[in-house]
Every structure is written in C-alpha cells, then in structure tokens.
C-alpha cells in the first residue's frame, strides 16, 4: 500500500509566507529573499512527509497566493483590464490580479470560499475575447527541484471541471464552450510532468457537489480520455473530496485515470459502492485521516474499511490518503505549549496527520496490534474527560422538550406585543459593532496581556460604551447598539467564555493571501459559566431611553467557525451552544433588555454541498437557533442578522427561524434579494442592508432613499428597516458617522413621504 497527503499547508508553522509576503508587498524584502522563503518552505514540507514515511511528497500545492489563481495564470486567462499593465515582472501580474492594481485603478479578481471551507480563492473570469495564450505553473519547476533532491514527487492540479464551475462568466455556453482548448493546455502540460512522476493528482471536487450542468457532465469522458491519452500510460490520480461522490459517482469511476481518490471522511459509506464498479487496475486512493479539522484519527474506525478494500483490489491498488488538502488544518501541535494534556494528547495537525497515514500502513500490513491499541487508549481516555464529558450538560440536552423550539405566540399575536416599543415607522438601528479604534484595540491587548486592571478594563470600555451611546443619540438612531468594543471577535469572546472550548497559541488556517485565522477549539460538552454579556448591556441601557439590543452570536456561527470535536454528531455540539445562548438571552430579559439580537453571519456557508445533506443541515440548524430564542415572551423582540444575500433558495428555512426582525447584507447585490420576497411571502420584519460596509465610500442621502423605495415595492412598510449590510468594526468614525446620518435622513425622508 502505498501512502501520500493530497496537499501540505503553504503557510508555515509560525505563519512565514505571510510575513514574507506582507513585507514583500510593502517593499521591505526583496523579490530574491521572498522566493528564497517560499523555496524554504517547500522543501521543509517535503522534507516532513519525507520523514513520516510518505510514499510522495506533493508538489504544486504550494502558491504564492492562491492555487486556482496558478492555474489561471497557467491556462492564461487573464482579464484583459490586466493584460494592459502587466508590470516589470511575471509577479506583478500575479499580484495585480490577487489584490487589485492601485497604481492604475483596476480591481483584483473577485474572491469567494472554496467550497465549504474557509479558504478563499480568486474567481477565473471568462468573456468572450481570446484566444488565451497559455503560460506556466510552478508545479514544473517545483517537481524539477523536489525530484533533484531525491523526492519522489506527485504534481498536484486544480482539474479543468472544477476550474471551469468555478468560474464566472456571462452564460453557462460561454463557460463551457472553453473545454476544449481548457483541455490541451492542461494535456501539454500533463506531458511535461509525467516524465517525472507515477501520478499527478488531478483535483475535481467539484464532481462531489451539484455545481456540475449536464452540458459539462456530458464531455466529461472525452475530456478525461484526451488528458489519459496524450502520453504513453495514464499517470492521472483523479482527486475527488468535500463529499461523497453522489451523482458523478459513474464519471468519476470511469474516468480511464490509474487512480481514483475518494473522500471516506465526509462520503464514509460510498467505498461498498465503489470496490464492485472500479475498473480493474485502476488504483483506489481512500482518503481516510481527515484534512479538516485537527484531531487524531480513530483507527479503529477506519481499518475495516481499508481491510475490505485490499481484499478486495489487492494491497497494490490501495493509497492510503489524506482525505483532502491539509491546507484546511494547522501546521504542527509541536508549537503549541499550553494545551492541557488530555486535549493535545487528542489532536494531529498536517504533521502528525502524515505520520498516521504511516501507522495506518503499519496497522494493516504488519497486523502491529500496538499501534492501534495505543490510539484507541489515547482517544478513549481524553474523550471521557472529566473536563470532556459531563453528565449535566448530556442530560440537559436530552431532556429538552419540543416546546422549547416554539415561542409561546405566533408571530402576528408577538408583534402585538411589541408595540410597547414605541419604535417609529422604518425604525433605524445598527448591526452590532462600531468602529475599533486603535484605543480599543490597545485596552484590549493590555488587558489580555496583564497590563491592566480588571477595574480599569472596565472603565475603559465603560468609557467607549458611553461614547458609542452618545453619537448613537446625537445621530438619532432608533434601536441602539453597544458597540462590542469588548469584542476582539464575534465568535472567540463567547468561546473564551463557555465550558468546552479552548485556545491554540499557533493553530493558523489560510483564509486568504496572507490572511490566516485561528479558530477556537471545542473540545468537550459546552455549557455557560455565568453571563457573558449581561453587564455591558445594562451599562449602556443605563445611558439612554432608547432600546439598546443585547448582542449575541447564534449557535450556528459558533460552530461553523471553530474546530468541533470529532466524537460527537455536530448537531449535538450545536444543540449544547444553543443552551447556553438561551440562557444568556433569558437573562438578557429578565433584566429587562428588550430586544435581542443573535447573529448567525454563517448559517448560510455552513451548508453542506448537495441538496440532499444541505436540507439535514438547515433542519437541525434552524432547530438550533430557535431553541436559543424561543425561550422569551413574546413582548421581547428577537432579531438576527445574516451576512449573505443569496438566500432566496432557503428563505422558507429562514423564515422557519421565526425570529421577529432580520437584517441581511443586501447592498452590494444591488437589493436583488428582495426578489426573494416578493415569491415568499414573509411575516416577520425585515431589514435589507441599505448600504455596503466593506466599502470606505460614504453613501449619499440619495442613493439610500432610492433602495428604501425599491425595498418598499417588494416589503410592506410595516415589516421594513433601516440598517446598514453588517457591523461597523472594519470602518473608521469618519466613514461610519456621516454615512450613518445620510441613512437616518434617508429613513425620515421617506417617513415624511
Ligand atoms: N454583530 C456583529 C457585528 O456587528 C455581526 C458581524 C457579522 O455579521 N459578521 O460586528
Ligand atoms: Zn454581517
């Protein structure tokens, strides 16, 4: 059996392409020391799988910036608005296009999530001009180097499938009218390789997803057989992860590539489907140690699987796999020092994740009963923690009742009871946070660090509050907000907070370029210490007559943007946040806070790929949040807020959440959204973004009304709001005051009218 990882993290362990890259940029490095860390970094991670034991090491999933911008670069599908100044050097270029050339005004290619991950990638653009004329990859050089050095090296590629669903272009015809000649650039460059190589890997999640038409479906043989036969014997290891094969399950098997890899993390049960339908000599690649979250694999779960399928193919005809890029998971538990025992002892970054792939390799073809009674004591003892398992929090959650899910009135009978509010019509509020200015930041890391009081943290932000508070008033906002300056992120201050969650010093994740985040961890049953939020609320209530909204983040976000555990369904995990976000919202009302908001900015990226686990997803998910906010009268208004605005597919989900008032980033889809609700018919009330928060432009009185009276042709006046698309957090007081008094003028005006 042979064993390999489908891609390492490019970052770094202590995070150096993003300082090389930051100080590239600012001019501080040269271009020559910038590759020379990039070169480091390269062969460092070579060197690790070298070390577990790795049959391969990977190449090509190392990039700059991002790894579908290589292979536009490699297919030359450069927007014309680059090609006009492409600068001294190929990394202008490259650069310009990941970030935008300010020089000149020309905006950077646009970027969205990969699939259902928190990586970003930068959106391909196809128009009508070409041809393109078809430039490098790195992945060339890189196997050249990696195979000098004695490696035995495994090109990876973006697949021309999943490049091309990616892509954005006007019509569907357009996009895929391009295979063809898409499908020789990556046939020449296939020729070039093999000479180096037993395999490249060939990405395609997208045949794991739904985003595939049937005019692409359909050319999908012939193009795999053009990419097979352009040299002497196929080479190609056709990668598919992020879910089960479902629908392309056929395309996939058939594809005429030596090897087939498979995610049996998130598609466990596809491998019975597969052993009886794959092509004799083809090879199976089982992607069975996770590459999305970071703990160590359950052995015990996953050798029958591996045994069925050596019985089955033959020991030479199995890989054993990452079941995607480790790019998704942090680089080396090694780095961090401060974890209690019993949870480090649970966890495996990219490094310990290839060592396992070894010990896998041991298990099953030296039958070595040790090593896998080592894991099994390992994970058995740190999962029945005391500090992991506890018995309240399982029986809590066991015993909660359908009645809790349902607020006490049906929405019509709850606005009734909202009148006490007094709020005007199109009431004008905020979505939570204001500006962070340096001052706040500053209190915050003092604190943190020991350089301040408790008693003076306290005052400090007591001190912004009362600022907050008061331009809220002199701008004559109608609902006010706190203005979260304890927050340094929606997620992490609850997480800091709550039983069950914990703290990496160095488990980074690209998210971006050089943008990483560390997400909290949830190790074990989570449950509310104390109140979280309850006296910087009532603080600011203190301040003025205006209703102040409690500010919450929803159990959904919470869980999309950490770490879960591993040994408990994410529903539960989700189902134990929603209790102890109730909690906070019931005290947030008994001391008489009289509107509440919970957040869920992730609800929508949290789902699943296909139809079929997307709607499971939205079930317990909706569940969740209502479980979180039902527990109030019906006097007490609950919003939440979203930040997304293609949602018309799940707005009866949406509205299935039941909350009274929600706000949704809308703007920047110049309103389109609100078609949605023209086809819906929604009860509760609603508040469009009227203007885009990501922008430093400040939006005119005039431009705002002119949304407000597009809105009110799709939302009667009763039911709509005035709010910004998302919090403030990002912006500058200069920015934020006057576009937030252009919109109450806006709100008056057509009052007014
Ligand atoms: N209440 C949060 C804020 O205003 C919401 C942020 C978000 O939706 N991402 O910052
Ligand atoms: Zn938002």
């Known amino acids: 059996m042979q064993t390999h990882i489908l891609g390492f993290p490019r970052i770094g362990k202590k995070r150096e392409l993003k300082q090389a890259l930051e100080s590239f940029w600012k001019g501080t490095l040269s271009t020559q020391a910038f590759i020379a860390t990039s070169m480091e970094l390269k062969k460092r991670h070579w060197e690790i799988q070298e070390s577990a034991g790795l049959d391969y090491v990977t190449t090509g999933d190392f990039s700059l910036y991002d790894q579908m911008l290589d292979t536009t670069l490699m297919l030359g599908a450069v927007p014309p608005r680059f090609s006009k100044y492409s600068g001294d050097s190929p990394l202008d270029l490259y650069f310009n296009m990941a970030r935008g050339d300010a020089k000149h005004n020309i905006p950077a290619l646009e970027m969205t999530k990969w699939f259902d991950t928190n990586y970003h990638y930068l959106v391909p653009e196809i128009d009508a001009n070409g041809p393109w004329v078809a430039g490098i990859h790195p992945v060339v050089a890189d196997t050249r180097l990696a195979r000098k050095l004695g490696y035995s090296p495994k090109p990876v590629l973006i697949g021309p499938f999943t490049w091309l669903a990616l892509a954005k272009a006007q019509g569907s015809s357009l996009k895929w009218s391009r295979l063809d000649a898409i499908v020789s650039a990556y046939a020449s460059l296939l020729g070039t390789l093999s000479a180096h ?113 050596v019985a089955a193919l033959g020991s030479e005809r199995v890989l054993l796999a990452s079941s995607c890029s480790l790019l998704h998971c942090p680089v080396d538990t090694a780095e961090e020092s401060a974890l209690p025992d019993h949870i480090k002892k649970r966890m495996a970054f990219a490094v310990q994740k290839c060592f396992e792939l070894t010990s896998l390799r041991k298990i099953v073809e030296q039958n070595d009963p040790s090593v896998l009674a080592e ?160 006296d910087w609320i009532l603080y600011a209530q203190s301040l003025t007559v205006k209703p102040v909204k409690g500010m919450l983040t929803g159990p959904v976000t919470i869980l999309c943007w950490s770490f879960v555990r591993d040994d408990m369904a994410r529903s539960e995990v989700c189902k134990q946040i929603a209790l102890a976000i109730r909690d906070e919202v019931q005290d947030l009302e008994k001391a008489g806070v009289r509107i509440i908001q919970i957040d869920e900015a992730a609800l929508r990226e949290g789902m699943p790929l296909t139809a079929q686990e997307a709607e499971i997803y939205l079930k317990w998910a909706v569940d969740a949040f209502r479980l979180s906010s039902s527990g109030v009268k019906d006097s007490t208004q609950i919003h939440t807020h979203m ?70 042709r799709h939302i009667p006046k009763e039911q709509l709001w005035v709010n910004p698309d998302c919090g403030l957090k990002t912006r500058q007081w200069e920015e934020a005051y006057p576009t937030l008094e252009n919109m109450v003028s806006a709100a008056k005006r057509l009052r007014g009218e």
């Open 197 to 309: 190589c037993d395999y490249i890997q060939i990405d395609e999640p997208v045949l794991c997803t739904d985003l595939l038409p049937e005019e692409a479906r359909k050319h999908f043989h012939s193009a795999y057989a053009a990419l097979n036969a352009d040299y002497g014997k196929s080479r190609l290891l056709l990668a598919t992860y992020f879910g089960p094969l479902g629908r392309n399950l056929e395309l996939a098997v058939n594809s005429g590539c030596a090897a087939l890899h498979v995610d049996l993390v998130r598609g466990k049960r596809q491998l019975e489907a597969i052993l009886p339908l794959l092509p004799a000599e083809t090879a199976l690649s089982l992607g069975v140690v996770d590459g999305r979250n970071i703990w160590k694999t359950d052995f015990s779960k996953i050798v029958p699987g591996i045994n069925q399928a």
């Open 375 to 534: 894991n099994v004591a390992v994970l058995r003892n740190s999962v029945a923690h005391p500090h992991t398992s506890i018995a309240a929090v399982r029986e809590r959650s066991s015993s909660v009742t359908p009645a809790m899910f349902t607020r006490l009135s049906p929405y019509p009978q709850r606005r009734e009871k909202q009148h006490w509010l007094n709020l005007p019509e199109l009431p004008t509020t905020t979505i939570g946070s204001f500006p962070q200015t340096a001052s706040i930041r500053k209190t915050r890391l003092d604190y943190k660090q020991g350089d301040m009081s408790e008693a003076n943290y306290i005052a400090a932000i007591r001190h912004e509050i009362r600022d907050c508070i008061e331009k809220q008033e002199a701008l004559g906002l109608d609902v006010f907000v706190h203005g979260e300056a304890e927050r340094n992120d929606m997620v992490e201050y609850f997480g800091q907070q709550l039983g069950g969650f914990c703290f990496t010093q160095n488990g980074w994740v690209q998210s971006y370029g050089s943008r990483c985040v560390k997400p909290p961890v949830i190790y074990g049953d989570v449950y509310r210490k104390a109140p979280m939020t309850v």
């Open 643 to 712: 930040c997304y605005s293609e949602f018309n597919a799940i707005l009866p989900w949406i509205a299935r959440m039941d909350a009274d008032v929600i706000s949704i980033e809308s703007s920047r889809s110049g309103m389109e959204l609100l078609d949605a609700f023209t086809d819906f018919r929604y009860q509760g009330a609603v508040g469009p973004g009227v203007y885009d928060i990501h922008s430093p432009r400040i939006s005119s009185v005039e431009e705002m009304t002119e949304l407000l009276r597009r809105a009110l």
